[in-house]
């Protein structure tokens, strides 16, 4: 059974900087992306940053570019998200995604819990 468990969320004043982790547990895949989405209250889910374990390559969503950086440790099958200059607009639940690839050829992708992000001074 595959888990991911996400960490590091909480109130922070606009500019401030928060980090989030992620950590995937269980056995017998290997991982092939992981990336950060976030819900705000009446609003859809959206892609705020994806990583690609092979390479590293990313993707970020617009908004956030050159506040937000995505990382990974692949020994450790953990995400992170650094978030600096926050605004109040990036308050909204955070959820980590991992699309995994099992041994018997079957892919899945998985979801953390979410964690809570406010923005707020």
């Known amino acids: 059974q595959v888990q991911l468990v996400e960490s590091g969320g909480g109130l922070v004043q606009p500019g401030g900087p928060l980090r989030l982790s992620c950590a995937a547990s269980?056995?017998?895949?290997?991982?092939?992306?992981m990336g950060w989405y976030r819900q705000a209250p009446g609003k859809e889910r959206e892609l705020v940053a994806r990583?690609?374990?092979?390479?590293?390559?990313?993707y970020y969503l617009d908004s956030v570019k050159g506040r937000f950086t995505i990382s990974r440790d692949n020994a450790k099958n953990t995400v992170y998200l650094q978030m600096n200059s926050l605004k109040p607009e990036d308050t909204a639940v955070y959820y980590c995604?991992?699309?995994?690839?099992?041994?018997?050829?079957?892919?899945?992708?998985?979801w953390g819990q979410g964690t809570q992000v406010t923005v707020s001074s």
């Open positions: 269980g056995s017998g895949f290997s991982i092939n992306r």
């Open positions: 995604s991992a699309d995994l690839s099992y041994r018997n050829g079957v892919s899945s992708r998985y």
């Open positions: 990583i690609i374990t092979s390479d590293g390559s990313t």
